[in-house]
């Protein structure tokens, strides 16, 4: 049975760009959800229609069974995702920690083969001072009043839309199922 992934539960969702001959690189998109669990997603089996798109992306793309986070809270687990060590090697493991710079990143590893790296980001331990924004050519944490999905979605295509021409990395991350949780009102 699914156990709860408390952070970063859907990551590394889709490669894209990729067809027939061509050679150009993928793009890479890293969509992190703060605690979002498996088992209320159709597509890991839950009968409700709780997430039609999310559904079918993963149809569409690699959809990973078996994802355990490293850490119960986001810094340490986005960490051991950017970095592929533990939180005690990376050093992101409480409020007052950062990462060390001792190490490569996936964002500074393909900021180096060309690609454009960016992440909309949307918890207050997400930001600068961090480091987990190491290698990334445009980092945009959430704004003072917040920002929903829809901004972050939004945020996101216009990143893609700005950077032409070249292979990406965009992380991509929600935090609204995070408490406080917020829904918006019921529709009509």
């Known amino acids: 049975m699914w156990r709860p992934l408390k952070s970063a539960l ?4 889709a490669l894209l760009v990729a067809c027939g001959a061509d050679d150009r690189p993928l793009n890479v998109l890293i969509i992190g959800v703060d605690t979002l669990r498996p088992d209320h997603l159709g597509c890991y089996g839950y009968h409700r229609d709780t997430s039609p798109a999310i559904d079918e992306l993963a ?4 959809l990973f069974e078996n994802a355990i986070s490293q850490s119960p809270w986001t810094l340490p687990s ?3 995702i950017f970095t592929s060590l533990y939180p005690s090697q990376h050093g992101a493991m409480s409020a007052v920690s950062k990462m060390r710079e001792t190490f490569p990143t996936l964002a500074t590893i393909l900021s180096d083969k060309g ?4 992440a909309i980001v949307n918890a207050s331990v997400l930001k600068h001072e961090y480091g987990i924004n190491r290698g990334f050519e445009h980092y945009d944490p959430a704004p003072l009043e917040g920002r929903n ?3 972050t979605t939004r945020d996101a295509l216009a990143w893609v839309d700005n950077n032409p021409g070249r292979p990406f ?3 991509a991350h929600y935090f609204d199922p995070h408490e406080p949780y917020a829904p918006p009102p019921p529709s009509p």
């Open 115 to 118: 690609y454009a790296t960016g």
């Open 169 to 171: 990395l965009l992380f």
């Open 78 to 80: 986005f960490g051991s």
């Open 59 to 62: 149809n569409e793309s690699t």
């Open 10 to 13: 859907v990551v590394l969702v």
């Open 149 to 151: 999905a829809d901004g």
